[in-house]
């Protein structure tokens, strides 16, 4: 006889959504451009995740990033468009369905020696930008409810909450509960806000 053991994951998030715009942003001795895995591999904060990182570029998932006057990483971000692959990689490792004409932002971070100088909110506000230009209708973004320094990251870039949602795996199995809405899947979860 064969015993299968699984671990009961949970985690919420709360989830913010913004139109998006063609407002031009800058910060001073920063670029923002697409990303390579070159950029990935010479970031030292981004190593411990390079070959996650690598699988997404090769299935066609879009990074972009804020690059010093030395092409030195100091920030990136994922986005996934409903128009190119309709889903996204999400929490616990289940993929989530994009609202049709939306846009997702995931998976940011900021180089420790970068922290505290407006990088996300500047970052966050081009990618409603690169949004407006594939015509999306809506921009969504997800965050832990406990990360207070995000939150108002998220916020100054003209975001706003939409709700919550929290996630259960267990085994192969995701359950999402949205407010009134429970979904249950193998791999995916719905994403409508």
């Known amino acids: 006889m064969v015993k299968i053991t699984y671990t009961l994951r949970r985690r919420s998030l709360d989830v913010y959504s913004a139109a998006p715009n063609s407002e031009r942003v800058s910060v001073d001795g920063y670029e923002f451009a697409a990303l390579s895995a070159d950029y990935f591999a010479s970031a030292e904060f981004c190593k411990p995740r390079l070959s996650l990182f690598r699988e997404r570029l090769t299935e066609g998932f879009a ?3 804020l690059l010093t006057s030395d092409g030195e990483l100091a920030y990136y971000m ?21 609202p049709e004409s939306s846009g997702y932002i995931f ?5 420790p020696e970068h922290r505290n100088k407006g990088l996300y909110t500047f970052a966050l506000k081009h990618a409603r ?18 990360n207070d ?5 998220i916020r100054r870039a003209g975001f706003n909450k ?8 267990f085994g192969p199995v995701f359950k999402c509960d949205r407010e009134s809405q429970t979904t249950i899947g193998w791999g995916s979860c719905r994403y409508e806000f």
């Open 129 to 146: 930008r690169l949004c407006q230009e594939v015509q999306c209708e809506k921009v969504l973004i997800d965050v832990e409810p406990h």
């Open 107 to 111: 998976d940011c971070k900021t180089a």
């Open 149 to 153: 320094p995000a939150i108002r990251a």
């Open 78 to 98: 994922w986005l996934s468009f409903w128009s190119d692959k309709g889903w996204a990689p999400w929490a616990l490792g289940a993929r989530i369905s994009l």
């Open 162 to 169: 939409v709700g919550n949602i929290d996630v259960t795996k």
């Open 63 to 65: 990074a972009h990033g």
